[in-house]
């Protein structure tokens, strides 16, 4: 039987039934069965039924060496066709599993629009990948239009993080702050594996048939991994952009000096790094200028564990398509991948280089009574007023960009308070860190470890990474 799917009409309850209905609602089973739902039109196709096989089947945590397996691009036809089937191997759950999440929050605030938005972009999403994992991707005709799905994917999801925040600060009288966290920083580092899942293929496809923009393939990229990546370079071109948010705000710039390793360079993702960097940078910038200090420099220091040799950054750089991992499709095959976390990650295990950075300002630190909820989403000590405004005025993009997902749009120096809880949320899915050090009166010593392409053993200690 196929269901259409899609929230209640939300809009037709007044403010004070969605209250009444909240209290009721406590009172009686969550989520309520599908079809006592309203279902305004969708254009999801997807089945009740597929939805929990779907959910149901195990999820695999995801490691940076799963996303250089097929090998460095241009790949071959043989190659690009097994990175289309393993992406399809892991989605379509870690998709069911995330509606799921969706449908067992409280009832009135997934009939947010907000929220609801999301919810039936993961509709869409599973709806447009359903004609695809029914059987292995062969062709190379049919390679491209599963690319075309996975563009349509990323374009889709794009601006999750603001929509998602802006439904849950509108329900934040109906749910306990405590839910909310759990929830997002589930549901945000689930997408961090999913984007970047669906992000390595495009970039694999584009790279192996001329797409990119770098043509030939840079040497030193395998899709969205970048094998030399240098903070310090990603650091100063973060510092540029912050600095040009703070001159609009607030008409000065701190000044940025970096020392330690400068030279680093470890195999990482740039995305990444530029998002939680971009995040601690505006913190830093912010509470220096606040404060009244913005003569004192933010400080960086770069520190790089010493087994970093240059032989094991060397061996990655070499892996070539022959070194990719050959990979079993079977269902058989499917279950044992999913089941062996200690799946042979090949010349990958050789290698986990450690980067530390310490990004130091002047800023005053952080109140004592603040510091317990800075890990907290939507935590932020910015005028909230002001950042709701923004959103509002704009339809919910422009202020809420402060915490979109990538490097280059987050254009608030703060406001909804999701800079550190998905810093670290970024940091800690491949085994990174970010601690916080304050010394209230004085400033704060922001300390973000990063662990490159690692062994297994550092995947599995991450906290999340090896959750979905
Ligand atoms: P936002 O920047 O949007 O407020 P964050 O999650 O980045 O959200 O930070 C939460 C809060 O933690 C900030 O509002 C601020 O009060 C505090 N904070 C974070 N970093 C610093 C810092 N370097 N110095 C002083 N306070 C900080
Ligand atoms: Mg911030």
Redesign the pocket.
Known sequence: MLLKHAVPRWQHISPLSQRRWATQTSQQPFPPAINEWSHPPSNATISDEEIYRLAAKPRRPLTLADLVRHGKPPLRDAALLSSANFTLSLLPSRLAHRIQALRNLPFIVVANPHVSKIYNNYLHSLSTLEPFYKKPIETIEEEIKFTDAMADLVRTHSNTIPTLAQGFLQCRKYIEPAEVTRFLDQHLRARIGTRLVAEQHLALHMASTGEAATHPPDPSHVGVIDLALRPADVVRQCEGFVAEVCELKYGVRPSLVIDGEVDAEFAHIPMHLEYIIT??L???M???I??GNEREAIEVTIASAPDVSTTKLDSLRKLSVTEANAFDFSQEGLDEYCSSPDVDVGPLNAAAPCITLR?R?R?????PE??P?????S????DHEE?IEAADETGGSAGLN??SNSGTNQS????????????RAYAEYFGGGIA?Q?MYGW??D?YLTLQGIGKMDDVKKSKNGFEE
Request: no cysteine; net charge negative.
């Open positions: 995040e601690l505006k913190n830093a912010r509470a220096t606040e404060s990004i300002d800023g005053g630190g952080i109140p603040a510091l909820n800075i890990w907290s989403y935590f932020t000590t910015f950042a402060a915490i608030s120096i703060a406001g909804l308070g999701y800079g550190l809880p998905l810093g916080v304050s400033g704060t922001v």
